[in-house]
Each structure stands twice: as structure tokens, then as C-alpha cells.
């Protein structure tokens, strides 16, 4: 068969490679794609969120199945246009995919449900937000409702901080359209912990879990960022966290968008915190998270095109879903001034060594091709690298050995990802 990916990062490379080791598998293009993924599939110049020209592209070539990775066609509907079309894709209809492309949805559906989150209030009027920030308990967070590539979360430790932060959100519109309402939210505190799952409608089949570190800098200082490492599994997601989310967060999530009309199938990414209080939903994603994928799918065993064909088909519950037990961590390498300014164009040496190593994996997230051919940096987040290990211990000294391997002009990393497993 044949696979369009949509998507052009680090979480659609680790979806291409994974989709490559199907049997059913004969050919994979992706839109647009990066130079890692160029090598395992064949790259088109068409944007991400050109919906027509993605669905004319796919019955031109007889795609049987397109896969989008990334949240803005997800939120902008790429998949009704896509089923609209009379094509087969993998992913949740625009209706479904506001439980990741508005905040004070998904708030206001858990608080409707009673699925397990912090307390709220959602504005859409800045001096009614200042209004209730003199009062309020700090810290304090506060959230854009809409899409703000993960960088639209602001953690107050102050009234001054959180006066600020309306100011940046709502009236300055540092995140665009997505501060035209704002989530004020209770600050958690506990282990962070990210479930990603496959979702039919009705069955949800969870995948190993996985931790995120969102900062720029080593211990978690510095501004958020789209991720910077992630390790897998999380040895704080114990069975005992595993069963309480499965009756109080996980089924209930899907029961509640399909109780809404807005049944969901695709990728469901819960992002939750473990209070004193018990497993708490932060967030979700109606999608792969990046750098969670990176992390997750090298240690899936099951077939990735039988499990979204199943999803699709919802017959999930026939889906035997595997994982290895093992462990993986992921380093990315950055250019020195992400998040904020940073320069491209160098180039990037290196990476064959990855091609003679058992367990270790290179996923490109900010990369291209120069004029002359040859590979550059081409983004904040550059590279994730991704090794395996019998524990996660051995697997985080496996992938800071491999970042050793590669070289560029201004790579810049976190040198603790994963430090949290020595504390467990």
C-alpha cells in the first residue's frame, strides 16, 4: 500500500520509520518532510495545511492511507476534507480534535464528566482576568485557550508575574489568535507524566508511557520550549496510577467526546500530573507528542498501519498492542538561542555512524538540504537523538554517548533528560 505522512518534524520522521517496517507497506511520501525523512520517503512541496492540494495529491498517487501528524490540520480539519474526498486517513475530524485545539473546551468537558484536573476559570476579557488575579491563590497558571505550539503556558509565581502574563497573552497576542481566550488554572504540583493512546470511537489501547522536559535548560530552568528530551517508560506511571486512569481519565475521556457527537478516533495524548491528590489531566493533544514519539514507537512492537487501520475501522479491540521491555531516551540538539533567536544553515556531520549501530536512532526535526546537497541545520530543534538500553538508566548513557557523534555549529542540549529516573 501506499502512505502520505503530513507533517515535516521529528514526530513525523519516527512515524515514517515506524510506518517503513510494515510488510504492508510499498511506498511512503511525505508533505513536506525534512532531509532525515527524505530518506526513507519521498518529499512534497506541499504545506502542511493546503488541505485541497494534500487531497488531490492523494488521488492522484492512489494513496490508501494518509497519516497526519501534526495539531493544526488536525484543529483546521484536515481529515474531514480528506473523508469528504472519499480517502482513507488516520486522525480525528475537526469536531473531535478541539479537545487539543481549545483548552477551555477540554476544561469545561472534564469538569461536565468529572475526569480528575486542576481547578479553573476561563476569560475572554482581560480586565475581568487582572480582576481575578488580585484574589487568587499563586501560583497561578496561565494558558491561551487556541494552538500556541506548545509555548502558550505561563507558570506565575506572582500577582506582578500574572499581570503580566494577561498582558502577553490577551492584549499583546504573543501566541496570535489563541490568547483570545485564556484558561486561569490551579498551579499542581508532582511528577509529570505523558500517556499517548490509540482511540477507535469507543476502545482506547494506551501505549508505554513517557516523560517530556519542556525548558530550555538543565534543571527545568529557562523558557519553555517544544520539548528538549523525553525518556520512556516513566517509572512513576505505576500500575496501580495506570489502573485509576484507565476508570477515571482514559475511558471516560473517550465516553464523554463520543456522548458529545464528537466521537474520536486517532491519537489521544494525555498529559497528566500526579498530585497528592491523585493522577490529575493537565493537558491533551489530539495527536503524537513531540518528542514523546521519538521514544515510544521504537519500542513498539505491533504493526503501526494495522493499529491506525483498526482505529479507523473501529476494531481496535482486536488489536493485540506490544511493547519492548526495555527503555528510551531522547536528546535533542538544538541551535544555541532556542527558543527565541537562532541562526541555520550549518551544516550537519556525523549521522552515518548511526547507520552501523543496533538501538540507536537519529530523527530529524529541523534539517534541509542546501543548494550544493549537502545537510543543514534548518530549525530551533535540529535532531532528536534516540538510543535504547535494557533499563532506562543504560539508555540515557547510550543516547548522551550518541550525541557525541554528531557535529554542528551551535548545537546546544540539556544534559539532564532523564535525570529524574536516578531519583525514582
Excluded at 7 to 30: F, L, M, N, Q, T
Excluded at 111 to 132: C, N, R, S, V
Excluded at 216 to 240: C, R, Y
Excluded at 358 to 378: I, P, Q, R, S, W
Amino acid at each position: 500500500m501506499k502512505v502520505l505522512i503530513v507533517g515535516s518534524g521529528g514526530r513525523e520522521h519516527a512515524i515514517a520509520w515506524s510506518v517503513a517496517k510494515s510488510p504492508k507497506v510499498e511506498k511512503i511520501y511525505c508533505a513536506p518532510g525534512n532531509a532525515g525523512i527524505a530518506s526513507i520517503a519521498e518529499c512534497v512541496n506541499i504545506g502542511a495545511m493546503e488541505f485541497e492540494k494534500l487531497a488531490a495529491f492523494a488521488k492522484e498517487q492512489e494513496i490508501d492511507l494518509t497519516v497526519v501528524g501534526m495539531d493544526d490540520p488536525l484543529v483546521g480539519g484536515i481529515v474531514d476534507v480528506f473523508v469528504a474526498e472519499g480517502l482513507r486517513v488516520f486522525g480525528p475530524r475537526r469536531n473531535a480534535a478541539i479537545l487539543e485545539g481549545s483548552k477551555g473546551f477540554s476544561k469545561d468537558l472534564m469538569k461536565k464528566y468529572h475526569i480528575p484536573t486542576a481547578a479553573y476559570e476561563i476569560f475572554t476579557d482581560a480586565d475581568a482576568a487582572l480582576a481575578y488575579l488580585e484574589t487568587a491563590k499563586l501560583p497561578i497558571v496561565l494558558k491561551a485557550d487556541g494552538l500556541a505550539l506548545g509555548k502558550g503556558v505561563l507558570i506565575c509565581n506572582t500577582l506582578e508575574e500574572a499581570k503580566a502574563g494577561v498582558q502577553e497573552i490577551m492584549l499583546d497576542k504573543k501566541f496570535g489568535t489563541a490568547g483570545n481566550s485564556m484558561v486561569v488554572e490551579e498551579f499542581m504540583t508532582g511528577r509529570e507524566v505523558s500517556v499517548l493512546s490509540y482511540v477507535d470511537g469507543k476502545t482506547i489501547k494506551i501505549m508505554t508511557s513517557a516523560q517530556d522536559h519542556k525548558r530550555a535548560g538543565d534543571g527545568d530552568t529557562g523558557l519553555n520550549t517544544g520539548g528538549m528530551g523525553t525518556f520512556s517508560p516513566s517509572p512513576f506511571f505505576t500500575k496501580e496510577v495506570e489502573t485509576f486512569c484507565q476508570e477515571h481519565i482514559f475511558q471516560p475521556t473517550v465516553d464523554a467526546m463520543r456522548a458529545e457527537g464528537r466521537e474520536f478516533k486517532g491519537i489521544i495524548f494525555f498529559g497528566l500530573m500526579l498530585t497528592e491528590d491523585g493522577p490529575k489531566v493537565l493537558e491533551y493533544n489530539a495527536r503524537f507528542g513531540d518528542p514523546e514519539t521519538q521514544v515510544v514507537l521504537p519500542r513498539m512492537k505491533t504493526d503501526i498501519v494495522e493499529v491506525f487501520e483498526a482505529c479507523i475501522d473501529g476494531t481496535l479491540d482486536q488489536i493485540n498492542l506490544e511493547f519492548e521491555d526495555n527503555a528510551a531516551v531522547c536528546v535533542v540538539l538544538a541551535s544555541e538561542g532556542y527558543p527565541v533567536s537562532y541562526q541555520k544553515g550549518f551544516p550537519i556531520s556525523g549521522l552515518e555512524t548511526f547507520d552501523q549501530q543496533e538501538g540507536y536512532y537519529c530523527f530529524h526535526a529541523g534539517t534541509k538540504f542546501d543548494e550544493n546537497g549537502a545537510l543543514v541545520t534548518n530549525g530551533g530543534r535540529v535532531l532528536g537523538v534516540t538510543a535504547k538500553g535494557a533499563d532506562l538508566k543504560e539508555a540515557r548513557a547510550n543516547a548522551y554517548a550518541a550525541t557525541e557523534w554528531i557535529n554542528f555549529d551551535n548545537k546546544y542540549m540539556r544534559h539532564d533528560i532523564g535525570k529524574a529516573i536516578d531519583e525514582a
